[in-house]
């Protein structure tokens, strides 16, 4: 199928190809986002992106795809990254509507951005704390240390924003003055530490995954300029369509089952038509704060 895309000219394939067991389409993925670019693209707009990658399924053979995917167009933006051992490696960035239909075209459905934007991968403008279940645990206790932790960064000048990973756990973020990568580094360590003290039997932060059972990981190590975390409104490979996505405070204070912080694409286009994009204070560059 032919189409335009904001001037740019696509050939979209295979449409009508269930890619989710339960029979979800990759035409359904591509309407999907197209009707979320308008809230999904400020988020993610020059920060080069990784992308979770299944042309057969998410059942099929999965790729995490980290420079330009094969096929993609020469008019995609593309950043450089830097690399261990080779310098730095082009990626690309998600920065209009038609690059991301383009790249979801492709099979890049999981979309995954770092919290710096280009070209200045040692300044970051976003601190996340990943609240990560183990074995035993749901996002409800997730919602719980949430709110420990929103009280800390409020304690230290930082108001924080929410959305679940579309998977079991929960993101929080908070918009930074550019900070440089080991300060922030370090201030999500601390974080960390100071949450799994005051809350010994809920919060572990040791990488150990034997650390972990019963327990909620908070994975400091995700605001490493290397990292990325999965990028709001974006689609997750899963036995059914999720979705991570923004939520709001009374949503996380009232949740006690795990399915009421669980959302498929068709709730998340509604709850934008209700609610306007719930992380839109990320973007207000006047709310952006310093570590203490």
Excluded at 192 to 200: C, D, E, N, V
Aim: hydrophobic letters at 40%; glycine letters at 6%; a positive charge.
């Amino acid at each position: 199928m032919a189409t335009t895309v904001e001037g740019r000219r696509l050939s979209l394939s295979h449409l009508d190809k269930p890619l989710w067991p339960d029979g979800w389409t990759k035409g359904q993925a591509l309407h999907y986002y197209a009707q979320v670019a308008q809230v999904m693209l400020p988020h993610v707009q020059r920060r080069p992106a990784s992308f979770l990658r299944f042309p057969d399924g998410v059942d099929g053979q999965a790729f995490y795809v980290k420079t330009p995917p094969p096929g993609v167009p020469r008019w995609v933006p593309r950043a450089d990254v830097p690399s261990r051992t080779e310098g730095t490696k082009p990626h690309v960035t998600v920065d209009d509507l038609a690059s991301l239909i383009a790249l979801a075209n492709l099979g890049c459905l999981e979309l995954h951005v770092p919290q710096w934007t280009a070209p200045t991968p040692d300044l970051h403008d976003r601190l996340v704390v990943d609240l990560d279940p183990g074995p035993g645990v749901t996002v409800v206790q997730c919602a719980k240390v949430a709110l420990a932790a929103r009280a800390l960064l409020a304690h230290d000048g930082l108001t924080c924003a929410a959305k679940t990973s579309g998977s079991k756990g929960l993101h929080l973020y908070a918009s930074l003055r550019p900070t440089s990568a080991d300060r922030v580094g370090a201030y999500a360590r601390s974080l960390a530490r100071a949450l799994a003290s005051a809350l010994p039997d809920r919060v572990t932060a040791t990488m150990a995954k034997s650390a972990r059972t019963g327990k909620v990981f908070v994975d400091w190590s995700q605001n490493n300029t290397a990292k990325t975390t999965v990028a709001a409104y974006s689609l997750r490979a899963r036995s059914s369509p999720t979705v991570s996505t923004p939520v709001s405070w009374p949503e996380i204070e009232a949740c006690t089952r795990p399915e009421q912080l669980a959302f498929t694409p068709e709730q998340v286009i509604d709850r934008i038509a209700r609610h306007g994009d719930l992380l839109a204070d990320l973007l207000d560059p006047r709310l952006a704060a310093g570590l203490p």
